[in-house]
């Protein structure tokens, strides 16, 4: 990471979504790392939730997030799988204004040093939606570490050169 310490530290509003059949508000220990992580970094937990494999459900939250001013991205852990219950990216697609292909990218390469070739199972990704970040990683607490540690923390740091997510926000709505 490359923080450019001259530069001043911009925190933003983050949402945390936890997609998941099994888990329930005590064992959402993947959403518990975000939150924390966020936390930590300086930035603002802007809302929280947890829901279901349910692509329309998904969707239907990520709209409210996308509408209220006061999300400048979300970060959802779970539902990326290969399974048929698995359907956060799907749900991604029905909001998304651009993808960004180069996150899922990185975060298998990140994890391929954690998990080996299992990294080749996630379908973690990343799109844009009407000028609000959404992040979509795997529901394992390792899988959040990665991402949150090696791609978010730096992206999400208007201090990280040479560029970073942040410093493109008044920008995402640009026709």
Same mark, same amino acid.
């Given at each position: 990471?490359?923080?450019?310490?001259?530069?001043?530290?911009?925190?933003?509003?983050?949402?945390? %979504?936890?997609?998941?059949?099994?888990? &329930?508000?005590?064992?959402?220990?993947? &959403?518990?790392?975000?939150?924390? /992580?966020? !936390?930590?970094?300086?930035? /603002?937990?802007?809302?929280?939730?947890?829901?279901?494999?349910?692509?329309? %459900?998904?969707?239907?939250?990520?709209? !409210?997030?996308?509408?209220?001013? &006061? @999300?400048?991205?979300?970060?959802?852990?779970? &539902?990326?799988?290969?399974?048929?219950?698995? @359907? !956060?990216?799907?749900?991604?697609?029905?909001?998304?204004?651009?993808?960004?292909?180069?996150?899922?990218?990185?975060? /298998?390469?990140?994890?391929?040093? !954690?998990?080996?070739?299992?990294? @080749?199972?996630? /379908?973690?990704?990343?799109? @844009?939606?009407?000028?609000?970040?959404?992040?979509?990683?795997?529901?394992?607490?390792?899988?959040?570490?990665?991402?949150?540690?090696?791609? %978010?923390?730096?992206?999400?740091?208007?201090?990280?050169?040479?560029?970073?997510?942040?410093? %493109?926000?008044?920008?995402?709505?640009?026709?």
């Amino acid at each position: 990471m490359a923080i450019d310490e001259t530069r001043q530290f911009k925190p933003i509003n983050v949402a945390v %979504l936890t997609v998941s059949d099994t888990r &329930g508000p005590d064992e959402d220990t993947s &959403g518990d790392i975000l939150v924390q /992580r966020i !936390t930590d970094a300086g930035h /603002r937990l802007a809302a929280r939730a947890l829901l279901k494999d349910e692509a329309r %459900l998904i969707a239907a939250q990520l709209r !409210t997030w996308i509408a209220d001013p &006061g @999300v400048d991205a979300v970060v959802s852990t779970g &539902g990326t799988g290969l399974t048929g219950r698995d @359907v !956060t990216p799907e749900a991604l697609d029905l909001v998304k204004t651009r993808d960004i292909p180069g996150f899922g990218e990185l975060f /298998r390469y990140v994890s391929l040093k !954690t998990i080996g070739t299992s990294s @080749v199972q996630s /379908r973690a990704c990343a799109v @844009v939606a009407d000028g609000t970040y959404i992040f979509a990683l795997p529901g394992s607490n390792g899988a959040v570490r990665d991402g949150w540690d090696n791609i %978010l923390a730096e992206q999400l740091d208007a201090r990280n050169r040479p560029c970073n997510f942040v410093e %493109l926000m008044p920008r995402l709505r640009e026709a």
